[in-house]
């Protein structure tokens, strides 16, 4: 389908069908992103969302050890300090 551009302040715009906003299930808020000269349009998604299954898919794969270990050997509080 071709549209058009229209004018938004110093901007331009493009009018979305309502058809395509409820197939495409958009809300009030979108993320655009441009891939090789692509304007890309997709439903926002929420902040850490599929966060969950991810952790699960990475606890099912044995993927799941922290990063960070609860305690860290380094010698550092081995030394005497003088202030």
């Known amino acids: 389908m071709k549209v058009n551009l229209v004018s938004i302040g110093n901007s ?9 906003i409820k197939e495409c299930g958009f809300g009030n808020e979108l993320e655009m992103r ?4 692509v304007v890309m349009l997709a439903p926002a998604r929420g902040v850490r969302e599929g966060w969950s299954a991810a952790f699960e898919k990475m606890a ?4 799941d ?12 509080g081995s030394q005497g ?3």
């Open 34 to 37: 441009v891939e090789n000269g």
């Open 81 to 83: 300090w003088t202030w």
């Open 60 to 63: 099912a794969a044995g993927d």
């Open 12 to 20: 331009k715009g493009v009018r979305i069908p309502a058809s395509v």
């Open 65 to 76: 050890a922290p990063l960070i270990p609860d305690t860290v050997e380094n010698g550092f």
